[in-house]
Nanobody, 124 residues
Framework: QVHLVESGGGLVQAGGSLRVSCAASGRTFNVYAMGWFRQAPGKERDFVAAINWNGGQTYYADSVKGRFTISRDNAKNTLYLQMNSLKPEDTAVYYC?????????????????WGQGTQVTVSS
């Protein structure tokens, strides 16, 4: 059974930076694409960024493009999201998830394993 555990969330001022990580158990991390999603209170879970199985391709939501960077270290079974120039509207619980394919996906139903989430709060 594969488990995903996020870490690195916290409180940061607007304009600041934060890196969240997602550690995966199991031996199949490097087979599947991975993604980050976020959910603010009272809102739906939104796509943030995705990366293919070997890290050669990435894709971002327009709202974070140019500010966030997704990456992965398959040797360490870890996914990262570097967040720069943070804005108050980036405040949310951030979830990592494993896709059902090796290719980039943006639709939540195409992810079958989810972490428990980590809170990111950006103060103005």
């Amino acid at each position: 059974q594969v488990h995903l555990v996020e870490s690195g969330g916290g409180l940061v001022q607007a304009g600041g930076s934060l890196r969240v990580s997602c550690a995966a158990s199991g031996r199949t991390f490097n087979v599947y694409a991975m993604g980050w999603f976020r959910q603010a209170p009272g809102k739906e879970r939104d796509f943030v960024a995705a990366i293919n199985w070997n890290g050669g391709q990435t894709y971002y939501a327009d709202s974070v493009k140019g500010r966030f960077t997704i990456s992965r270290d398959n040797a360490k079974n870890t996914l990262y999201l570097q967040m720069n120039s943070l804005k108050p509207e980036d405040t949310a619980v951030y979830y990592c998830a494993r896709a059902i394919t090796d290719d980039i996906q943006t639709n939540p139903p195409l992810y079958n394993i989810w972490g428990q989430g980590t809170q990111v709060t950006v103060s103005s």
